[in-house]
T-cell receptor, first 114, second 115 residues
Framework: AQTIHQWPVAEIKAVGSPLSLGCTIK??????LYWYWQATGGTLQQLFY??????VESVVQLNLSASRPKDDQFILSTEKLLLSHSGFYLC?????????????FGEGSKLTVL | GDSVTQTEGQVTVSESKSLIINCTYS????????LFWYVRYPGEGLQLLLK?????QKGSSRGFEATYNKETTSFHLQKASVQESDSAVYYC????????????FGDGTQLVVKP
């Protein structure tokens, strides 16, 4: 069975500090990977997607970056957090590019920037 | 651009009553988007409830139904008799193959089922 694990579950960080959120998918080779973000009370927005190792496409500019160092790992990071980065970050995977079918989501990481 | 609108932020229904959660969509880049309902139960991750990829078709799961209506650009979620365990946040979503395969979500509707 496939599993998706996100870390950390929650973070409280200061404005201007760095951030790294991670996501690991087990039991599925070469998945498509996605980062989503939801501000408190806001809409779930796709931030990045990746269809292969080392290749990441940005969808929405939020002064964040993403990397895929391994087939099963997706990292979201920034060197300098802004207050506007607060929210809920979800990692997701899907099977087939172009299918826009079922997304499988992780449990999410809650980020509070103070 | 593409967007999804859910007009109700919260819906409260008594157990065994019927439910409808409204969803309308707008797309400029694709004639026939894929349409989805996702659900987040308390303490759980976001998961797919149902999807329909063909206009005019109906999708169903766990007693919920939604019909892809291209004329009204709607994809309302319905259930004939809700249970307390249906209490969750429901998200309508649109998949656009012509826009980097993005999935656009509505703001979500919190369903509260009263016993």
């Amino acid at each position: 069975a496939q599993t998706i694990h996100q870390w950390p579950v929650a973070e409280i960080k200061a404005v201007g500090s760095p951030l790294s959120l991670g996501c690991t998918i087990k039991g599925k080779s070469s998945p498509n990977l996605y980062w989503y973000w939801q501000a408190t009370g806001g809409t779930l927005q796709q931030l990045f997607y990746s269809i292969t190792v080392g290749q990441v496409e940005s969808v929405v500019q939020l002064n964040l970056s993403a990397s895929r160092p391994k087939d099963d790992q997706f990292i979201l990071s920034t060197e300098k957090l802004l207050l506007s980065h607060s929210g809920f970050y979800l990692c997701a995977w899907s099977l087939v590019w172009g299918d826009t079918g079922q997304l499988y989501f992780g449990e999410g990481s809650k980020l509070t920037v103070l | 651009g593409d967007s999804v609108t859910q007009t109700e932020g919260q819906v409260t229904v008594s157990e065994s009553k019927s439910l409808i959660i409204n969803c309308t969509y707008s797309t400029t880049s694709i004639a026939y988007p894929n349409l989805f309902w996702y659900v987040r139960y308390p303490g759980e991750g976001l998961q797919l409830l149902l999807k329909v990829i063909t206009a005019g078709q109906k999708g169903s799961s766990r007693g919920f139904e939604a019909t892809y209506n291209k004329e009204t650009t709607s994809f309302h979620l319905q259930k004939a008799s809700v249970q307390e365990s249906d209490s969750a946040v429901y998200y309508c979503a649109l998949g656009d193959r012509g826009n980097n395969n993005r999935i656009f979500f509505g703001d979500g509707t919190q369903l509260v089922v009263k016993p």
